[in-house]
């Protein structure tokens, strides 16, 4: 069943992609029951990968299909799955950031969430699912097909290839420029000492003397951006 759900979900995600009829695929995922969403998606890797290819398949369905703008494409529950509606806030805060509070940097917890969106969410944060998400700003990551099986590599790809695309490097001063994304969600990267240690471990490149400053973030439409 696992692998299935994952599979739907890379398939509406082609779908979508393709500019295919995708009212088969969401009629798929609205069936069934949040009980049996919950025991078939288990570990973390499951998790991610389907919740980040829905994710990306669902904005531009809210966005090219419904017409719908943020703020309301971010919080309306029109997502349909299981027999439950979320919403992306609740997939990309609530399940994949383990309902952490959208404002708070990651420092705080949602005290207000509900039981399936704890039951749903990750362990553990996993940053690097923000270099996975893409809410069709100019800004953000390109999306790409998630499967369980390959996530770890598949998301290792994708955050070495987003911060080798949008960093800049000021050697004569010290200084680097990093992505908005990294403010956004501070306490997710491990605050500054994590920061310097992500560009260490994934791009091999030594910042811990270098004053850390972020980018504009674009937030010019820039839809169907797939990798």
Known sequence: MVSSLVAISERLLLAVKQSEDTSALLLELSSGTSNKLVDNLKSDAEKKAFWINIYNAYFLILRKD????????????????????????????????????????????N?????????????????????????GAKS???????????????LDLATQSFLENETDYFDHKKEVHVTMLFKWFLK????????RKIYKNQLNKDISNYTIKFK???????LDNFI
């Open 66 to 109: 419904l017409h719908l703008k943020k703020p309301h494409i971010y919080t309306e529950k029109r997502i349909e799955i299981a027999g439950e509606n979320f919403s992306l806030d609740d997939i990309e805060h609530g399940i994949l950031r383990k309902y952490r509070y959208k404002y708070s940097l990651g420092f705080i917890a």
């Open 216 to 222: 504009p973030y674009s937030w010019e439409e820039h």
């Open 140 to 154: 953000c990551p390109p999306i790409a097909f998630y499967h369980h099986e390959k996530i770890n590599q598949q």
């Open 188 to 195: 997710d990267f491990g605050s500054f000492i994590g920061i």
């Open 111 to 135: 005290f207000f969430t509900s039981k399936l969106i704890k039951q749903l969410a990750v362990n553990t944060i996993d940053y690097r699912i923000h270099f996975a998400l893409n809410c």
